[in-house]
């Protein structure tokens, strides 16, 4: 749990902000149910809510959110960009390889280099908070 993120037992308070709107937005983190009320991201668990104000509202500005709230996010898709398209292109330089495999191979290094680069990222991110 990131130190900025409030715990409320749903023993203690079961509450919902008035206009809280559900939302796909934002990463789960286990929840079954998240919402959004301004730059409030609310996750709701079985026995509790975890609360925590975002710098930027993902419903206002998407791109604003990923660079100040999640930019782990950001680096491992320019990671798995740049990782795929290079392995896709040594693959295909190739003469005796086929389109199809070097596709295939790209698509494969960009989601293994983009999930390891974001993992690491967010590991390095929650540890400097």
Do not use: W
């Not at 149910?33 to 930027?56: A, C, M």
Request: hydrophobic share 35%; with cysteine.
């Amino acid at each position: 749990m990131p130190r900025d993120e409030i715990e409320v037992p749903k023993e203690l308070r079961e509450f919902m902000l008035e206009g809280a709107e559900e939302t796909v937005l934002g990463q789960k983190n286990g929840a079954y149910k998240q919402y959004r009320y301004g730059n409030l991201h609310i996750r709701e668990y079985p026995d509790k809510f975890l609360v925590h104000t975002d710098k930027v509202d993902p419903r206002v500005d998407p791109l604003g959110h990923l660079v100040k709230d999640a930019p782990e996010v950001l680096i491992g898709l320019a990671c798995a960009i740049f990782g795929g398209s290079h392995v896709a292109k040594k693959i295909f330089s190739d003469k005796d390889k086929s389109k199809k495999i070097s596709l295939a191979a790209g698509l494969l290094s960009s989601a293994v280099t983009g999930y390891i680069v974001y993992a690491a990222t967010k590991k390095l991110k929650n540890y400097l908070e």
